[in-house]
């Protein structure tokens, strides 16, 4: 079928191959200026069949012979009909009727003429492979090369990776292939697929575009659920006197907040982060008693003094892990000897417990209550 024929679209050539030489070169670059002949000669070949199709339409509502649904396809006379139409020509008396036909018989010359041109440029070129269902442009190029050039499967590879393939192929597409030395190339026309790689391509990035967009506004929607639950966090918390009960009315929101989130995309995976981790610091018992930022009272256990003094600077999300690892190190001493949970609301056995190697150089927290731990600032003074 001509009339669908080479909706040019040059899905890429790319010339690669450590010893591709300069007749390779010029071989890709000829296969380039051909393509783009092939395209300047069928647009101009699509041009002359929309005008040759109104003077058909003409001709036939006059004439006393109807153009079959094949000739109408091909947009082509027979030479029966050729000769017909010069014969009448030649008898038409009718000076605009004969304009008519000689305008019918010029423009089936110059789509002739046009399909000849584009016959012997595709004429050189390999024969490309026709796009089956299913058919995508990596496979295509990978058969090419190792069953019919005879590389192996790692050295096509590597080939076929270098070159911009098409991302979508249609029924109908023509993919051509060339391969010498080293040297691959490879392009996609539309052949006799009713819209060209261009549209197609046109056509998904669109449909991508649509996709961001409502996936925006979803999140817009889901960031206004979320500022929303903020502010009622924000008002449960100052109508709140008590530490526990602050923590129980946090966790509730924290739960409907994990729940929203988890609609949200990967611009919101950061809060959802925070919003499961246990923030903490770990430092040396006596350093922080030193800054009195720790202290006792009379002599019951160590209490944190300075809350606002302590940089909390890790953290551990809680979806992943239920433990936290302490070294010596750590903390700037040789051994560990005892570790205070600050603040006290964190009941030790209850909330958490303390696992302390053999030679007291690590220490490991497992966090046995997290739904208490979640958003919370805890701070490891080790002795």
Known sequence: MWKKLIGLCIAGILIMGTGCNLMEKHQVEKMQKMAAKIDQLDGQLK??????????????????????????????????????????????????????????????????????????????????????????????????LVDQKGLTKEDAQKLVERVNLLDYLVPGFEVWLFYDGGTFGTFVTQGTANQSPNQIKKYYKTKLINERDKARQDASRLKDDVNELEARKVELTKQLTELEQIKAELNNQVQNLNSRNKKL??????????????????????????????????????????????????????????????????????????????????????????????????????IVNPGKFQMSKVLFAIR
């Not at 018989?105 to 003429?113: P, Q, R």
């Open 265 to 366: 995309s990967s611009q919101n995976t950061e809060k959802e982060r925070r919003l499961n981790s246990v923030f903490y610091h770990v430092d040396n018992y006596k350093a922080l008693k030193a800054k009195k930022i720790v202290g006792r009272f009379l002599f019951g256990r160590p209490q944190l003094k300075n809350f606002n003094a302590v940089v909390f600077d890790k953290s551990v999300d809680l979806r992943q892990s239920d433990s936290i690892t302490i070294s010596a190190a750590d903390a700037g001493v040789k051994q560990i000897h005892a570790i205070y949970v600050m603040p006290r609301s964190f009941v030790k056995d209850k909330d958490y417990k303390i696992d302390l190697a053999p030679d007291k150089s690590t220490a490991v927290i497992y």
């Open 47 to 144: 041009q002359k069949e929309d005008a040759y199709r109104k003077i058909l339409t003409q001709y036939g509502l006059k004439g006393d012979k109807q153009l079959t649904d094949q000739q109408w396809q091909m947009l082509s006379l027979t030479p029966e009909q050729r000769k017909m139409l010069q014969a009448r020509l030649n008898k038409e008396q009718d000076s605009s009727y004969k304009a008519i036909l000689q305008e019918v018989l010029d423009k089936d010359k110059e789509i002739k003429d046009l399909r000849k041109q584009i016959d012997t440029l595709r004429e050189q070129l390999p024969k490309p492979v026709v796009v089956k269902q299913g058919d995508n442009h990596y496979d295509i190029c990978m058969r090419y």
